[in-house]
T-cell receptor, first 116, second 116 residues
Framework: AQSVTQPDIHITVSEGASLELRCNYS??????LFWYVQSPGQGLQLLLKYFSGDTLVQGIKGFEAEFKRSQSSFNLRKPSVHWSDAAEYFC??????????????FGRGTQLTVWP | ETGVTQSPTHLIKTRGQQVTLRCSSQ?????VSWYQQALGQGPQFIFQYYREEENGRGNFPPRFSGLQFPNYSSELNVNALELDDSALYLC???????????????FGPGTRLTVT
């Protein structure tokens, strides 16, 4: 069964510092991978996705993520964090086929706090 | 292009009551998925509707049911509400063509349900 682990519940960084949020997934075949961001009281906004091809994917708001099959990871990075990046970040995996086609499995999220 | 909308924004119900949540999908999308997000958790897949039929269901009891209408909007119904049903309910729409499912799910702002 698919599952996602986000090992860090809460991360605090200073504005301008670099950021890496970790995500590990469990899935038997090539997964579809996503990062979403959720601001307080809001729904989820898609930051970026990986389906196939280049393992380094670029997203919105200056974020990027790298798919590493050997480590079953899809970590999110940003070179310089802005105060407006403070939010909760969710990693998700989807099945490419089979009975669970069409559903996303989410991690429990990483809360990002940005200090001025 | 109209995004995903949900109504109501907030709802307070008493244990044992029934509730209906509504979702309008993004223009051009034909598939709607519903997720439950408990406090401090990632979203959990409830079910998905495609061509007005349930197309995949997560680990939720039958008292969670849904509908999809010809205009692709959707309803989530929950009967016999329990305290643990208190959560943010998220609707996501996507475009599915046959067995191809690109998984770009776009989320609405959610409905916050409180059961007392």
């Amino acid at each position: 069964a698919q599952s996602v682990t986000q090992p860090d519940i809460h991360i605090t960084v200073s504005e301008g510092a670099s950021l890496e949020l970790r995500c590990n997934y469990s899935y038997g075949a090539t997964p579809y991978l996503f990062w979403y961001v959720q601001s307080p009281g809001q729904g989820l906004q898609l930051l970026l996705k990986y389906f196939s091809g280049d393992t380094l994917v670029q997203g919105i708001k200056g974020f990027e993520a790298e798919f590493k099959r050997s480590q079953s990871s899809f970590n999110l990075r940003k070179p310089s964090v802005h105060w407006s990046d403070a939010a909760e970040y969710f990693c998700a995996v989807g099945a490419a086929r089979g009975s669970t086609l069409g559903r996303l499995y989410f991690g429990r999220g990483t809360q990002l706090t940005v200090w001025p | 292009e109209t995004g995903v909308t949900q109504s109501p924004t907030h709802l307070i119900k008493t244990r044992g009551q029934q509730v209906t949540l509504r979702c309008s999908s993004q223009s051009g999308h034909n598939t709607v998925s519903w997720y439950q997000q408990a406090l401090g958790q990632g979203p959990q897949f409830i079910f998905q509707y495609y061509r007005e039929e349930e197309n995949g269901r997560g680990n939720f009891p039958p008292r969670f049911s849904g509908l999809q209408f010809p205009n692709y909007s959707s309803e989530l119904n929950v009967n016999a509400l329990e305290l643990d049903d208190s959560a943010l309910y998220l609707c996501a729409s996507s475009l599915r063509s046959g067995q191809a499912h690109p998984y770009e799910q776009y989320f609405g702002p959610g409905t916050r349900l409180t059961v007392t």
